[in-house]
């Protein structure tokens, strides 16, 4: 059984009783572990607990008897138990194959229910088509949030503790947080812990004082100067993360997912989608289009494409050992920045 976007959602947080196991599976693997974590919540039976087993990988395909053997194993305490399989790619997918096709044979063939979690996967993959054909079993195609989710989760996480945040302090705190669902969550956490107790609405001066961190607002600062063309402020920025000790590669990865989501909105545009900024990850807030729409007029898809190359190239050098990765990711950036300054 396969479900996709909203209705895997709202089956991971309300699964049918007949569902033994569940793959979770998106391009984000923060949204599978977040689904797996509704799976577990909903499974927890109100009185007593869940007994959770984590195994990866690496573990299953040392041991290929220790998913079988903990899928059959029986509780001392007599808890329901559940087996929490975290993957990534095909190491161990006929294992998994297996064990959801034998589970689909009779009704509790195991002892333990199952969560699967995956990142991408084809749909020729032979996990998500065992998963998808079983009876049994559902497989959730988990999406990224779009901007609405985003700000009802951080409103709906501050209502937990009390809590509330004006609407210009939502939007600039929801248009900072990273795309990745994992570490969007640890902010939300961070901001929760914050707002606990404090009185009185979130505010936008709250928004800045904490922010996803000083770190990430020069990282995005870096980033869009040095596209923009603007040397002097690229190189402020550039200052303060080498101050801070931020890694070269951590400048590199920032300024890849940049390009890939201005390549994102240059093939949206050539689609006829016009201004697609609330679809990109992270989204492009109004109030910043502007800016962002003149960057991508410096940067055309195929500069993009060879901004890409240069990353990967620069990458390698960082990670051959043959001295400090700083130099290397610097010149790069200064030549993006020139390149910008002197575009059309």
């Known amino acids: 059984m396969l479900l996709k976007g909203k209705q895997a959602v709202t089956f991971s947080r309300r699964p049918d009783p007949a569902i033994w196991a569940v793959l979770a599976f998106g391009e984000d693997d923060g949204l599978a572990s977040d689904a797996s974590a509704s799976l577990i919540k909903a499974w927890t039976p109100k009185a007593g607990e869940l007994e959770v087993s984590v195994l990866d990988d690496d573990a299953i395909k040392k041991d290929p008897s220790l998913l079988f053997d903990n899928l059959e194993a029986v509780s001392l305490l007599g ?49 998500r088509v065992a998963a998808t054909a079983a009876k049994r079993t559902a497989c959730l195609q988990i999406f990224a949030d779009e901007a609405g989710d985003i700000e009802d989760r951080v409103k709906a996480a501050l209502l937990d503790v009390g809590a509330t945040i004006e609407p210009a302090a939502l939007h600039a705190f929801t248009g900072d947080l990273p795309g990745h669902r994992g570490i969007a969550n640890s ?14 609405d979130v505010l936008l001066t709250d928004i800045r004082a904490l922010s ?23 190189n402020t920025a550039l200052q303060r993360l080498e101050i801070a000790g931020t890694s070269a590669i951590s400048i590199l990865r920032a300024l890849q997912s940049e390009t890939l989501r201005m390549l ?15 679809k990109l990850r992270p989204p492009v807030w109004q109030s910043d289009w502007p800016a962002f729409r003149a960057r991508l007029g410096k940067w055309p898809q195929k500069r993009l494409l060879r901004i890409l190359e240069r990353i990967y190239d620069a990458e390698r050098q960082a990670k051959s050992g043959s001295g400090s990765a700083d130099p290397v990711v610097r010149v790069l950036m200064n030549e993006l920045g020139k390149a910008a ?4």
């Open 187 to 200: 902010e939300i956490e961070k901001l929760a812990l914050y707002a606990r107790g404090l009185g009185r």
């Open 341 to 344: 300054a002197h575009a059309a």
């Open 212 to 234: 996803a961190t000083d770190i990430d607002h020069d990282l995005s600062a870096a980033i869009r100067a040095t596209l923009a063309g603007d040397l002097v402020a690229a």
């Open 264 to 278: 994102d909105a240059h093939k949206r545009m050539a689609a006829g989608e016009g201004t697609p900024n609330m």
């Open 79 to 127: 808890d329901p138990r559940l087996i929490r399989v975290r993957t990534n790619g095909d190491k161990i997918a006929a294992l998994l194959s297996e064990a959801i096709a034998e589970g689909d044979k009779t009704e509790q063939r195991y002892a333990a229910k199952l969560v699967i979690e995956a990142g991408s996967l084809a749909s020729k993959s032979k996990l």
